[in-house]
């Protein structure tokens, strides 16, 4: 797995109210908390994010990591934007953005935080820049978790599917979510991050791809 392979997921073609997509998405909070996604991008916009910084999170779904951090005390609600293509969530705060549509298309919000959870890995490297040329001047930081791309993670994904009873969605999407993952600094290189950019990456051994970006002050 040298190089990113990016397929499309059932999860993607399945209708929203397609019981096998319904589980699927209810067992990616299985997922998250292995891997413990949710924890560590709170953890680090807790500690590189300053009070008052907008935050937006790319790819929200249902809007639950958005919400977390709102409920931690993060952010207040009218500090908190996302975008997606599903329309906004029913609890999704009065006082939050939200924005329907593609972030290649779309103009992406004024904020100085841009979060990510398993989403970016679905974009080629060609659509990654794009959505990189669009992220506001204003922003300081951006917090991705994402599939880490190693074959071991491949083998470890097939024995959480079959010891937790995972679906055929959630199976099949889990293995091409790695092989279209990352190693290294790939994603600051797609997403075409300058030298202005602090990078840090690290390989989570439950599978996470943990990319941070934090740049230097305007000058």
């Known amino acids: 797995m ?7 997921e059932l999860l993607d073609l399945l209708p929203q109210n397609d019981p096998r997509a319904i589980r699927a998405r209810e067992e990616m ?16 916009v807790r500690r590189h994010g300053q009070k008052g910084w907008k935050i937006t999170e790319l790819g929200a779904g249902d809007g ?8 931690s005390g993060l ?24 924005f ?17 959870n398993l989403f970016l890995h679905h974009f080629t490297n060609h659509e990654l820049h794009s959505i990189g040329s669009k992220i506001s001047p204003a922003t300081r930081l951006i ?28 199976n099949h ?19 075409g991050l300058g030298d202005e950019w602090q990078m840090h990456v690290q390989m989570h051994p439950l599978g996470a791809y943990r990319f941070m970006a934090e740049r230097g002050q305007q000058v």
């Open 75 to 98: 952010c207040r609600e009218e500090e908190m934007q996302a975008v997606d293509l599903v329309s906004r969530p029913l609890n999704w705060p009065v006082a939050a953005g939200w």
């Open 2 to 8: 040298r190089r990113r392979d990016i397929q499309p």
């Open 143 to 170: 917090v991705a978790a994402e599939p880490a791309r190693l074959w071991i993670h491949r083998f470890l994904g097939r024995l959480l599917c079959e010891v937790a009873e995972l679906n055929d969605v959630q």
């Open 64 to 71: 639950a990591l958005s919400l977390r951090l709102l409920n």
């Open 29 to 44: 909070c299985i997922v998250n908390g292995i891997m413990g996604n949710h924890r560590w991008i709170e953890r680090m």
């Open 100 to 116: 329907t549509g593609d972030v290649i298309a779309a103009a992406l919000p004024h904020s100085e935080v841009v979060i990510a």
């Open 173 to 191: 999407d889990m293995q091409l979510s790695i092989r279209a993952g990352f190693r290294g600094k790939e994603l600051g290189r797609a997403l």
